[in-house]
Nanobody
């Protein structure tokens, strides 16, 4: 069982920044962020994973490319989602998700492809 603890949500004005953190209880294969607004499906935002001996790889949904970055502190087993130039449409509950080990899920997949989820942290962007 992997526990995930998220932090960093809040309320900001459009154009401002926030950084979300997700700390895992154990090392995992990859970490990702999703977001959800009421009555909508949870949507993928970004993923970070290490590809064997290569540097970390990151992937982003087109809606956040150029504004969001994702990074990881391996020693702390923590992933960070840096969100810049926030827009009102970025408002939602942000969830951290992980694939525990290689082959147990798919790091660029949908909700069902991830093994464990955090409790969610609210991000509200006002105009």
């Amino acid at each position: 069982q992997v526990q995930l603890v998220e932090s960093g949500g809040g309320s900001v004005q459009a154009g401002e920044s926030l950084r979300l953190s997700c700390e895992a209880s154990v090392a995992v294969f990859c970490m990702a962020w999703f977001r959800q607004i009421p009555d909508k499906e949870r949507e993928w935002v970004a993923t970070i994973y290490s590809d064997r001996n290569r540097p970390y790889r990151t992937h982003f949904d087109d809606s956040v490319k150029g504004r969001f970055t994702i990074s990881e502190d391996t020693a702390k087993k923590t992933a960070y989602l840096q969100m810049n130039l926030l827009k009102t449409e970025d408002t939602g509950t942000y969830y951290c998700a992980v694939v525990e080990r290689y082959g147990s899920g798919y790091c660029l997949g949908g909700v069902s492809d991830f093994n464990y989820w955090g409790q969610g942290t609210q991000v509200t962007v006002s105009s």
